[in-house]
C-alpha cells in the first residue's frame, strides 16, 4: 500500500535555527513529492516539489528538499527559520503511473518557531 | 482572482441534515478533488474527476455524492450528517498529473 510517513509530529525552534523536517515514502514504482505548509486557519500552498532530475529542490521562502531514492526519503530543510515559518507541514507523494493522481499526504508536522 | 474557491467557509449543522459543498476553479485545469482533513489535521483523499468523469472514489461512505456539472465545478453533496462528518473539506484541481491547487478549505461542523 502506498503511505507517506512523516515522523516528526512537533517541532520548536527559535528564530534563526536550522531545520530539517522527515519524510518517507513507500509506493510500488516512481513518484512526484511535494512539500505543502498550511499557516493557521489557511489552505494548503506549495512550497517545493520533485518530479524527476536534480534531486535538491529548491522551493519558495528559503525551503529546499532532496530526493535520495535509496531511503525513499524527501527531506525539507531550512538553513534559518523565521517566527512566521510557524505553520503545518505536509510531505505528499504521488504516483506517475496509472490513471489515478491523488496526492498521499504525511500526517503533518506542526512548526513553531519561537521569537 | 481567487484560484481555487469553495463556498460556504463555514458549515453548521445538525445531524440527519443534507448539505453541499460548492467548488469552482478558474485554472483550466481539467481534473479536481475532494480532501478530508480531520481533527488531527490528516489529509486524505475523498474523490477525484477528471473531465467531469469520476476517476478516484476512495472508501468514502455513500452519503457522500459529487457532482461535476463542468470541468470547473465540483460539489459534494452530503446527506444525513454524522457527528464524525466534521472536519475541513479541501478542494483541489491540477492539470493532468502535474501541481494541485487547494482551495480555503470549508469547515464543517455537525452538532
Known amino acids: 500500500a502506498q503511505s507517506v510517513s512523516q515522523h516528526n509530529h512537533h517541532v520548536i525552534l527559535s528564530e534563526a535555527a536550522s531545520l530539517e523536517l522527515g519524510c518517507n515514502y513507500s509506493?510500488?514504482?516512481?513518484?512526484?513529492l511535494f512539500w505543502y505548509v498550511q499557516y493557521p486557519g489557511q489552505h494548503l500552498q506549495l512550497l517545493l516539489k520533485?518530479?524527476?532530475?536534480?534531486?535538491l529542490v529548491k522551493g519558495i521562502k528559503g525551503f529546499e528538499a532532496e530526493f535520495i531514492k535509496s531511503k525513499f526519503s524527501f527531506n525539507l530543510r531550512k538553513p534559518s527559520v523565521q517566527w512566521s515559518d510557524t505553520a503545518e507541514y505536509f510531505c505528499?507523494?504521488?504516483?506517475?503511473?496509472?490513471?489515478?493522481?491523488?496526492?498521499?499526504f504525511g500526517s503533518g508536522t506542526q512548526l513553531t518557531v519561537l521569537p | 482572482d481567487t484560484a481555487v474557491s469553495q463556498t460556504p467557509k463555514y458549515l453548521v449543522t445538525q445531524m440527519g441534515n443534507d448539505k453541499s459543498i460548492k467548488c469552482e476553479q478558474n485554472?483550466?485545469?481539467?481534473?479536481m478533488y475532494w480532501y478530508k482533513q480531520d481533527s488531527k489535521k490528516f489529509l486524505k483523499i475523498m474523490f477525484s474527476?477528471?473531465?467531469?468523469?469520476?476517476?478516484i472514489n476512495e472508501t468514502v461512505p455513500n452519503r457522500f455524492s459529487p457532482k461535476s456539472p463542468d470541468k470547473a465545478h465540483l460539489n459534494l453533496h452530503i446527506n444525513s450528517l454524522e457527528l464524525g462528518d466534521s472536519a475541513v473539506y479541501f478542494c483541489?484541481?491540477?492539470?493532468?498529473?502535474?501541481?494541485?491547487?487547494f482551495g480555503p478549505g470549508t469547515r464543517l461542523l455537525v452538532l
Open positions: 483541489a484541481s491540477s492539470r493532468d498529473v502535474e501541481t494541485q491547487y
Open positions: 509506493y510500488g514504482g516512481t513518484v512526484n
Open positions: 520533485y518530479f524527476s532530475g536534480d534531486p
Open positions: 505528499a507523494a504521488q504516483s506517475r503511473s496509472g490513471s489515478a493522481r491523488q496526492l498521499t
Open positions: 485554472l483550466g485545469h481539467d481534473t
Open positions: 474527476y477528471n473531465n467531469k468523469e469520476l476517476i
